[in-house]
């Protein structure tokens, strides 16, 4: 079971993944993307999930939180499973 299979905190207001469409570098987050948006959607229907791909750009996670606070983590190069732990460990699930 997905760790994102639940209601997530309503700090959250939005969660953006950067990655490139092609590049080896970003397959673990492309994986992550496929594997877990849906869930992800189903559990929080209303909460934005942006996914920018771009040629060449490192895999990054950013969430902006109330008040403003964005925080972000570097998943470039990561296999899927570690992707999934570190998104976790930003949003605290």
Same mark, same amino acid.
């Given at each position: 079971? #997905?760790? =994102?299979?639940?209601?997530?905190?309503?700090?959250?207001?939005?969660? +953006? $993944?950067?990655? #490139?469409?092609?590049? !080896?570098?970003? @397959?673990? !987050? +492309?994986? %992550? $993307?496929?594997? !877990?948006?849906?869930?992800?959607?189903?559990?929080?229907?209303?909460?934005?999930?942006? $996914?920018? @791909?771009?040629?060449?750009?490192?895999?990054? /996670? =950013?969430?902006? %939180?109330?008040?403003? /606070?964005?925080?972000? &983590?570097? &998943?470039?190069?990561?296999?899927?499973?570690?992707?999934?732990?570190?998104?976790?460990?930003?949003?605290? &699930?």
């Amino acid at each position: 079971m #997905s760790a =994102f299979a639940k209601v997530l905190s309503p700090a959250i207001r939005e969660i +953006r $993944i950067l990655c #490139s469409q092609t590049g !080896t570098a970003s @397959e673990g !987050t +492309r994986q %992550f $993307i496929k594997s !877990t948006y849906s869930v992800l959607k189903q559990h929080n229907p209303d909460l934005p999930v942006m $996914i920018r @791909e771009a040629q060449g750009t490192p895999a990054r /996670v =950013f969430a902006r %939180f109330e008040k403003g /606070v964005e925080k972000h &983590v570097e &998943v470039d190069n990561l296999p899927s499973k570690d992707v999934e732990s570190k998104v976790a460990q930003l949003l605290s &699930v």
